[in-house]
Nanobody
Framework: QLQLVESGGGLVQPGGSLRLSCAAS????????VAWFRQAPRKEREGVSC????????NYADSVKGRFTISRDNAKNTVYLQMNSLKPEDTAVYYC????????????????WGQGTQVTVSS
């Protein structure tokens, strides 16, 4: 059974940076795509970024392109989301999720989810 645990969230000022981590245990994530989703209050959960099993392909929502970077270290069984130039509208609970095969931003396509980490961007 694959377990995912997010960490690294917190309070940051607009323009600041955070790095989120998604640590996997139980199973390796070597053969899985891993995505970051976020959900703001009273909003639908939306895809933020996704990375392919070997890291060769990445995808980003238009709202975060140029500001966020997804990466993975399969030796550590961990996926990261570096978030720069943060905006108040980035405030949300951030979740990581994993699935076999290719990247997708469809929530229903993911088999494994973490519990989320809160990111608050406010002055």
């Amino acid at each position: 059974q694959l377990q995912l645990v997010e960490s690294g969230g917190g309070l940051v000022q607009p323009g600041g940076s955070l790095r989120l981590s998604c640590a996997a245990s139980g199973l390796t994530v070597d053969y899985k795509s891993v995505a970051w989703f976020r959900q703001a209050p009273r909003k639908e959960r939306e895809g933020v970024s996704c990375i392919s099993p070997n890291g060769g392909f990445t995808n980003y929502a238009d709202s975060v392109k140029g500001r966020f970077t997804i990466s993975r270290d399969n030796a550590k069984n961990t996926v990261y989301l570096q978030m720069n130039s943060l905006k108040p509208e980035d405030t949300a609970v951030y979740y990581c999720a994993a699935r076999r095969n290719y990247c997708s931003f469809y929530v229903s396509g993911y088999d494994y989810w973490g519990q989320g980490t809160q990111v608050t961007v406010s002055s």
